[in-house]
């Protein structure tokens, strides 16, 4: 009995365009210029210590979401990548698989997502370790991020921590704080990170003024104190 192959689908060949920017995998080349070294961790990816100058390479797979960078500081590790660091740690290893502790300032995104878009924020709902600047190597009309501030100096008293500024969140550990409900409103605590830095996350639900989008397939470099 003869089988006849059916005809290639129309709708097929209209989602052809569609599916190849999917497989576009994403470079970030993450670039120390803090007067200090700093460890810089990233999940996916692991971790590198960036002497003041120093930068790191890494590839990211097409379509990763969520994913994180944020630079640790104060750390040492042993020979084989065993250690502590005071912010950032991601449970005492180089190279990290797990997120940090706070305080740490974050680089978030999410790739290849709706409409074809990349997402992209820098985030102090885990606190701040580091200034950082975050954007698309070849701008092409997108944002560049940067919250440069001087977050540390000036930071409450009841959120300093070792190395850092913490987020009400990791202190108080109430809802209101927290948002674990999904439903929050803006604190005095998240309007004094708002002030320093407009552009980044300063609570949960601050999506509105935080959440930046690139068209699929950029490059993007996270710059330490730039
Ligand atoms: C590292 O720790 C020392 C001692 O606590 C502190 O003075 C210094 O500011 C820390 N460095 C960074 C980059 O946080």
Redesign the pocket.
Known sequence: MATQAPPLSPLLLLLVPLLLPLTNAATFNVVNK?S?T?WAAAVPGGGQQLNQGQSWTLNVPAATSPGRLWAR??CSFDGSGNGHC??GDCGGVLACTAYGSPPNTLAEYSLNQFNNLDLYDISLVDGF??PMDFGPTSRGGCDDVRCAADVNGQCPGVLQA???CNNPCTVFKTDEYCCNSGSCSPTDYSRYFKGLCPDAYSYPKDDATSTFTCAAGSNYQVVFCP
Request: hydrophobic share 15%; net charge neutral; charged share 0%.
């Open positions: 803090c200090y700093v500081t104060n005071q912010t370790n580091v070792p190395g850092g």
